[in-house]
DNA sequence: AAGGATTTGTACGTATGTATC
DNA sequence: TGATACATACGTACAAATCCT
């Protein structure tokens, strides 16, 4: 797949990355389980920072399309259309009940009450 | 309040930064509404670099405890997070998993091994 | 209204750590 | 052991939004 990035736009780069990759999983250009390329080699492909390449993989990382993990790269995660934002609500679940303490227990708990109302 | 970064351990500066704020916030040192240092002043008091504060900002943000934005500084969220933000993730996951077919049960699949990874 | 000061946002550069292969 | 690749942190610069005079 091709990616450009247009440094002139108000868009920030990261952004513009960020939605090329998922227009090309959206589109089947790149496929669940395919590993994207290196940040540093697609920074240098795309005259871009690799920070910059790495600030995208993350938000799509957070968004649970990506699983990036060190030493292995940033690989398509294998989920069917909509599991995706299942994936990123439990996640953002996980989150917000560790953050407030809360035991996998209790956050289990949580939401049966909140099943409930 | 008073903030201290442990620069050997093991958990991220950035991360260590963010505790303490969501620490001092839950504590009653920071209150709603209060106005943070500026990510450079803060930085240099604690001798860590701008990005990393802004880093926890940033964080901190996307969890809805600050309002940050340019010109402006890093402002205390009015409202606390905490039961309101967790009800809001629970409803969430359940309208997403409801949306895609999901039963209560397998929801609480989801957030199993959610929680694994 | 205009301009300067303040403050975060983004981007680039570089170095080191750590997990994986 | 070594190579690969992301994670974090530090440094620097400029842009953009906001505030104040």
Do not use: C, F, W
Not at 37 to 65: C, F, Q
Not at 99 to 111: D, K, P, V, Y
């Amino acid at each position: 797949m091709l990616i450009r990035i247009d440094p002139t736009s108000s868009v920030a780069i990261y952004d513009q990355l960020a939605a090329a990759i998922r227009g090309g999983v959206a589109a089947g250009d790149i496929r669940a389980g395919q590993r994207l390329p290196p940040a540093r080699e697609l920074a240098a492909s795309l005259g871009i920072n690799v920070h910059t390449v790495l600030k995208a993989y993350a938000a799509l990382r957070d968004e649970g399309l990506l699983h990036v993990r060190r030493g292995r790269g940033a690989v398509v995660t294998d989920v069917r259309p909509g599991e995706v934002e299942l994936s990123r609500a439990v996640a953002e679940l996980l989150a917000v009940g560790r953050r407030n303490g809360l035991s996998l227990t209790q956050i289990h708990h949580a939401l049966d009450q909140g099943a409930e109302s």
